[in-house]
């Protein structure tokens, strides 16, 4: 990125636009780059809620539409809807998604790591999305776990026909303040998480979870949406 003396920020549906103001010209940007450039500039500590989250009302609708990493061959697809009425309250969320690999069913392999990731950037495919999210730096464990990733929510689990139908609660993850889990990726893996165990370095980073079977980005949605899908 250009270093740069002065910036204008304009917000103009829904997106976020910088001029350079002795080369006047626009260029797509986004709040995070927004962000950090003014903190470099201005010594000023903002966060998300300052852009686009602060005006959003109660309570708080979210969903997230899965599709398939392109390299997998299991074509997971579907829906996770999360809801939370107030910053201090816990989110809920269901989750439908369906195109799990029958034939491992077989095997002991029906449960997949399920984690929320850094970035919703998923243009190369669910690996551009990063590691899991981890504002606070922890290592990783279980959703029930009193250290864990803020991404950390544990395992799914399919049946026999390749269908996952759940439901969680979490006191964890938000969709408010500079922690919210907006504009995040969620990923499936192929593999189960198995939530950290000591000494061994992979688990306590990743779970073992594997591959990425898809993925897909967490953003709002109306309260009718997230009601007719759970």
């Known amino acids: 990125m250009l ?103 077989k095997s002991k392999n029906r449960k997949h790591g399920f984690h929320i990731h850094e970035y919703g950037d998923v243009s190369g495919g669910c690996g551009s999305t990063g590691g899991h999210f981890n504002p606070t730096g922890a290592t990783h464990g279980g959703p029930g776990d009193k250290e864990r990733h803020f991404g950390d929510l544990g395992n799914l689990i399919h049946d026999d026909d390749g269908n996952v139908f759940q439901s969680f609660v979490d006191g964890l993850i938000s969709l408010y303040g500079i922690h919210s889990i907006i504009g995040r990726a969620l990923v499936v893996h192929e593999l189960e998480d198995d939530l950290g165990r000591p000494g061994d370095p992979g688990s306590l980073t990743t ?10 980005v967490i953003g709002f949605t109306t309260e009718e949406m997230v009601d007719n899908s759970c």
């Open 3 to 105: 270093k740069i003396a002065s910036l204008v920020i304009l917000h103009v549906f829904g997106c976020y636009s910088v001029r350079r103001l002795k080369e006047a010209y626009w260029e797509p940007i986004s709040p995070q780059i927004i962000i950090s450039e003014i903190n470099k500039l201005d010594n000023v500590v903002l966060g998300p809620d300052d852009f686009s989250l602060s005006s959003v009302p109660s309570p708080r609708n979210a969903i997230c539409h899965m599709q398939p990493d392109p390299t997998s061959s299991e074509k997971v697809s579907g829906f996770v809807a999360f809801k939370q009425r107030e910053p201090n309250q816990r989110l809920g969320s269901c989750l439908s998604l369906h195109g799990f690999d029958t034939k491992a069913s």
């Open 207 to 216: 779970g073992n979870a594997g591959a990425r079977l898809a993925c897909c």
